[in-house]
């Protein structure tokens, strides 16, 4: 072989030999080169599950409690401001796990589950149409005893089914309202009111809803002893002083209750003349000038030319 390709072979062999030498004070295990992925780790990834082993988990049990408060008002927020037996409201504990927080631990238990309880309203009658609104076991009566302890705002919504209602809407023992000792608010909010002229001839008898509504009210306030104030709100087609909304408030009056008003009928923003005026515009329609039974001021003589 000529001297000058054996000098070409051997500088080829001495590049390739140093080229296989691993640069010494690495510690990687990774080979320098290839054109293919490699299946050691890499320094990063090492990095990662090293800061994965020393991350803890958040003491959540060391916040102050005013801020555990708001997160757990965060976690509930999807729930509607009244519960109800409601297929939406299942959908929603079922489709977000919402109560999941309940089986963490004892601690977040006891503190989750009376704010749940202690901040929303529950419904004591169903109203959802179909086999809950017959239901002879309402919300109430499937809830165990220690959480209608907790349960500060009951709502009593009148008026689904006023020809015929339902047989499970009856306080007795077996609704458990004798367990709901927290409860300061009970909100009653009325749909319609049979006594008006537009229910003749379909209404069951003339007093009929207006009685079994009155009789619920006794009983309710007969099994929770703790009940304050009573808030009366309704849609705009119930009168104030029908026969509906006086026949319930003599029973609030006659057991002593303080009397609020909701938002949606706005019956505590109306102003005295402004509520005798819609009173006798009302009567004018249903039955006539001749019928009208208040008469505001400034209107005797439309009144008296009619």
């Known amino acids: 072989m000529a ?15 140093i080229a296989s030498v691993p640069v010494s004070g690495s510690n990687t295990t990774t080979p320098n080169s290839s054109t293919y992925p490699s299946a050691y780790p890499s320094d990063a990834e090492d990095i990662t599950l090293a800061t994965r082993k020393l ?10 409690s005013e801020l555990r408060t ?4 965060l976690i509930f927020a999807p729930f509607p401001s009244i519960i109800d037996l409601d297929p939406t409201t299942f959908s929603i504990i079922h489709r977000q796990k919402l109560l999941s927080l309940f089986s963490v631990c004892k ?6 589950s009376h704010h749940f309880f202690s901040t929303y309203t529950f419904r ?23 959480y209608r302890n907790s349960i500060t705002t009951l709502e009593l919504r009148l008026g689904p089914g006023w020809n015929s209602p339902p047989r499970g809407w009856i306080v007795s023992p077996l609704l458990g309202l004798s367990d709901c000792t ?44 703790g ?25 609030v ?10 938002p949606e009928r706005g019956w505590g923003l109306e102003k005295p003349g402004e509520v005798k005026e819609r009173i006798w515009l009302d009567a004018v329609l249903v039955h006539g000038v001749g019928r009208a039974r208040v008469i505001p001021a400034g209107v005797e003589a439309i009144v008296a030319s009619a």
């Open 70 to 73: 708001k997160i757990y008002a």
């Open 107 to 112: 601690q977040i238990y006891n503190e989750s």
């Open 124 to 146: 004591i009658f169903p109203v959802h149409p179909g086999r809950y609104f017959k239901t002879k076991k309402p919300l109430l009566a499937r809830l165990p005893a220690q």
């Open 227 to 251: 009940i304050q104030t009573v808030e009366f709100d309704a849609f705009p087609g119930v009168q104030r002083t029908g026969d509906m909304m006086n026949g319930l408030r003599e029973v």
């Open 3 to 17: 001297p000058s390709m054996r000098h070409h072979t051997l500088t080829l062999r001495n590049r390739r030999a």
């Open 55 to 64: 991350k803890q988990p958040f003491p959540f049990l060391s916040l102050p």
């Open 182 to 225: 927290s409860v300061r608010v009970l909100k009653i909010f009325v749909e319609c009111d049979p006594s008006d002229a537009i229910f003749k001839g379909f209404r069951a008898g003339d007093g009929f809803y207006e009685g079994f509504c009155q009789e619920l009210l006794e009983g309710i306030f007969r099994d929770v002893k």
């Open 253 to 262: 009056e006659r057991h002593k209750k303080v009397v609020g008003w909701g």
